[in-house]
């Protein structure tokens, strides 16, 4: 399994931007299809985003479309979560993860960093 380890996580204002990193340890990291997920408080955990192991292919939650983007540098070992026109809503622990499967399914997923916390003020 791969090793994650996210960052980028801040207080953002409602309409302001960040972008989440996540480092992979590993030589294998190319081979691996990478998602993030995010939990709120008191809510379970939720699909944001996933993108195949060339970076060719990308999908996402019709609650981020548009707004977010998810992209790979496999010669860097990370993935990114471009966040822009943040909501309120968008508050919640966001994790990284890898996998063998292209899918949404979390349980798809069986390597998971510790998550960074991305807070959004109106």
């Known amino acids: 399994q791969v090793q994650l380890v996210e960052s980028g996580g801040e207080l953002v204002q409602a309409g302001g931007s960040l972008r989440l990193s996540c480092a992979a340890s590993?030589?294998?990291?190319?081979?691996?299809?990478m998602g993030w997920f995010r939990q709120a408080p008191g809510k379970e955990r939720e699909f944001v985003a996933v993108i195949s192991s060339s970076g060719a292919y990308t999908v996402y939650a019709d609650s981020v479309k548009g707004r977010f983007t998810i992209s790979r540098d496999n010669a860097k070992n990370t993935v990114y979560l471009q966040m822009n026109s943040l909501k309120p809503e968008d508050t919640a622990n966001y994790y990284c993860?890898?996998?063998?499967?292209?899918?949404?399914?979390?349980?798809?997923?069986?390597?998971w960093g510790q998550g960074t916390q991305v807070t959004v003020s109106s």
């Open positions: 993860a890898g996998g063998q499967y292209y899918s949404r399914d979390q349980t798809r997923f069986g390597s």
């Open positions: 590993g030589r294998t990291f190319s081979s691996y299809v």
